[in-house]
T-cell receptor
Framework: AQSVTQPDIHITVSEGASLELRCNYSYGATPYLFWYVQSPGQGLQLLLK??????LVQGIKGFEAEFKRSQSSFNLRKPSVHWSDAAEYFC????????????FGQGTRLTINP | DGGITQSPKYLFRKEGQNVTLSCEQN?????MYWYRQDPGQGLRLIYYSQIVNDFQKGDIAEGYSVSREKKESFPLTVTSAQKNPTAFYLC????????????FGQGTRLTVV
């Protein structure tokens, strides 16, 4: 079964510092991968997605992610975080077992220190 | 503006009562989904529907029911059989299958009192 692991439950970084959120997936074929962001009490917003092609994908709000097949990873990065980036971040993979649907990781909560 | 509307934002229910959460989309999407979110557990799929008048159980369907009588509407009923219904519920839709990007509503927080 497809699965997604986000090893870090909570990360704290200082404003202006760089950020990397880890995501590992389990999938037999080439996966479709996503990163979503959720502000408290809100729905999820898509940051970026990978389907094929260039393994470095750019998203909104200055985020990027790199697909590494050899490591089964799809880590999210940002060179310099802003206080407004504080939120919860979810990595997801498309599951094709049964009908198409998303399988989510457990999420990483990001706190920004001023 | 196109989007997904969930209502109400907050809902309180007494134990033993059924309650229905509304989800409406005007994106002309075929597929719709209901997820449950609990702290530290990410999102878990309850039900999904890829076409009108058809829906399938997700990973945690017990105690829930849905209907899909119209393309734009996918209400979720939390029945009294759901043993731990207090959670944040998210509705989503996509063009055809999740890989084309799922759009999410703002969620409904259900509390059993």
């Amino acid at each position: 079964a497809q699965s997604v692991t986000q090893p870090d439950i909570h990360i704290t970084v200082s404003e202006g510092a760089s950020l990397e959120l880890r995501c590992n997936y389990s999938y037999g074929a080439t996966p479709y991968l996503f990163w979503y962001v959720q502000s408290p009490g809100q729905g999820l917003q898509l940051l970026l997605k990978y389907f094929s092609g260039d393994t470095l994908v750019q998203g909104i709000k200055g985020f990027e992610a790199e697909f590494k097949r050899s490591q089964s990873s799809f880590n999210l990065r940002k060179p310099s975080v802003h206080w407004s980036d504080a939120a919860e971040y979810f990595c997801a993979v498309e599951s094709t077992q049964g009908a198409q649907k998303l399988v989510f990781g457990q999420g990483t909560r990001l706190t920004i220190n001023p | 503006d196109g989007g997904i509307t969930q209502s109400p934002k907050y809902l309180f229910r007494k134990e033993g009562q059924n309650v229905t959460l509304s989800c409406e989309q005007n994106l002309n999407h075929d597929a719709m989904y209901w997820y449950r979110q609990d702290p530290g557990q990410g999102l878990r799929l309850i039900y999904y529907s890829q076409i009108v008048n058809d829906f399938q159980k997700g990973d945690i369907a017990e105690g829930y029911s849905v209907s899909r009588e119209k393309k734009e509407s996918f209400p979720l009923t939390v029945t009294s059989a759901q043993k731990n219904p207090t959670a944040f519920y998210l509705c989503a839709s996509s063009i055809e299958g999740a890989y084309t990007e799922a759009f999410f509503g703002q969620g409904t927080r259900l509390t059993v009192v």
